[in-house]
Every structure is written in C-alpha cells, then in structure tokens.
C-alpha cells in the first residue's frame, strides 16, 4: 500500500520560509511524478507543485511561482516543497500526492499558518 507521510508544518511569520518534506513507501518512488497540493478553510484544494521522477521537469501554481521550490531526494524517496517569503494567504493543510496505477494516493496534510 501506498505512504505518503508529511512532515509537521508550523506557524510561520509573514515573510519567513520553511520546507515540507513527504516520505514515500511502497511504490518504486523515482518512477513517479510527485505534487503538492494545498487546501485553504473555506476553499477547494489547488495544485501547488509538481516534480517529475528525475527532476527533470517542475511546474508551479502562479500563487507560488518565485517564491516556492519543489525537489526530490530519490535515494530517500522524500519529496520537499520549499516555500519563502510566505504570505498569509499561504495558510493552509498542504498535502503530497502521487498517482500510481489507477490510484491517486494522499498524505495525511500537514498545517502551515502564516501569521504574526
């Protein structure tokens, strides 16, 4: 069975950074295209980021585009979104995904608040 398991968010200051990381199990991880998603209270979850298996290709929502990094780390299976200059509208539950045969698999999201 598929894992996707984030790491603790946190709450950040407007302005500051911090890096997710997504460890994956049971799936051949470097064959596979890795993305980010995030959900906003109220809102509908939206597409942050994604990565393909060899890093070849990144692509990124315009809300994040020059301020957010996706990367992978094959040998550890672990994908990581680093996010800068964070704005308040950045808070949300960030999820890792990946589809792997007909499934689309989730993380259990992580909470990321940007806040003074």
């Known amino acids: 069975q598929v894992q996707l398991v984030e790491s603790r968010g946190g709450l950040v200051q407007p302005g500051g950074s911090l890096r997710l990381s997504c460890a994956a199990s049971?799936?051949?991880?470097?064959?596979?295209?890795m993305k980010w998603y995030r959900q906003a209270p109220g809102k509908e979850r939206e597409f942050v980021a994604s990565?393909?298996?060899?890093?070849?290709?990144?692509n990124f929502a315009d809300s994040v585009k020059g301020r957010f990094f996706i990367s992978r780390d094959n040998g550890k299976n672990t994908v990581y979104l680093q996010m800068n200059s964070l704005k308040a509208e950045d808070t949300a539950v960030y999820y890792c995904?990946?589809?792997?045969?007909?499934?689309?698999?989730w993380g259990q999201g992580t909470q990321v608040t940007v806040s003074s």
């Open positions: 995904n990946t589809y792997v045969g007909t499934m689309s698999y």
């Open positions: 049971e799936f051949t991880f470097s064959a596979y295209m």
């Open positions: 990565i393909t298996g060899a890093s070849v290709f990144r």
